[in-house]
């Protein structure tokens, strides 16, 4: 009980003294959709991803301790490792999702917990979602949980320089409509689910 209590703590301090102002003050970032986000329950958020400071802009934005996935690599930095543990982070290993990471994930889901998928499973250079994967429509259909499409605009390009000074990107954060998990695992189902996902992140960039 103690541990989770810190852990609260620590996700808090992290989201309005570090995330905010870097959220707020650089990246002048807004949120549009709000009303899309469902206000109780678990849901996957699913995004498209540009750029390392995704999760934690989109944790903050969304007002939810979403969980992503990181590399597990991070977890034995210390302090960092702590730290991303306590805003909900969970291990996958390098270039694969292992069983018990998707494990991890149920779980999360079941106790409550709102967990995010980047659908293309890495980083893309233009931001957009080009070859998505079919992971977040399982975990949707295993759990029966809604699929909540979000857009991240600009994140791919976050900082360029002229003359050595650093000009900060915009940050713009769309929430789309929820999607109904899937009734059925067959790969045309997950495949319908997965290709309305990339739709309508896709028309939110556009």
Do not use: W
Not at 33 to 47: A, M, T
Not at 49 to 76: C, Y
Not at 113 to 120: A, E, H, L, M, V
């Amino acid at each position: 009980m103690k541990s989770n209590f810190y852990q609260k703590i620590i996700y808090q301090l992290v989201s309005q003294v570090i995330i905010f102002p870097i959220y707020k003050l650089l990246f002048r970032g807004i949120l549009v959709g709000r009303e899309n986000i469902p206000k109780q329950g678990s849901f996957i958020l699913v995004s498209n991803h540009g750029s390392l400071f995704d999760p934690p802009l989109l944790g903050h934005a969304v007002g939810r301790n979403i969980s992503f996935m990181a590399k597990s690599e991070l977890f034995s930095i210390p302090l960092l490792g702590y730290i991303i543990k306590a805003c909900g982070a969970y291990p996958v290993k390098r270039g694969m999702a292992d069983k018990n990471t998707i494990k991890i994930a149920c779980e999360k889901l079941s106790n409550n917990k709102s967990i995010g998928i980047f659908i293309d499973g890495t980083r893309q250079k233009d931001g957009r979602v080009n070859k998505p994967k079919q992971g977040a429509a399982l975990l949707a259909f295993k759990n029966q949980k809604l699929l909540l499409p979000v857009a991240i605009i600009n994140s791919h390009k976050l900082v360029r320089f002229r003359f050595c000074i650093p000009f900060f990107t915009k940050i713009v954060i769309k929430v789309g409509k929820p999607i109904n998990p899937p009734k059925f695992s067959s790969k045309d189902k997950l495949a319908i689910v997965t290709r309305s996902l990339q739709e309508s992140i896709n028309n939110m960039l556009d």
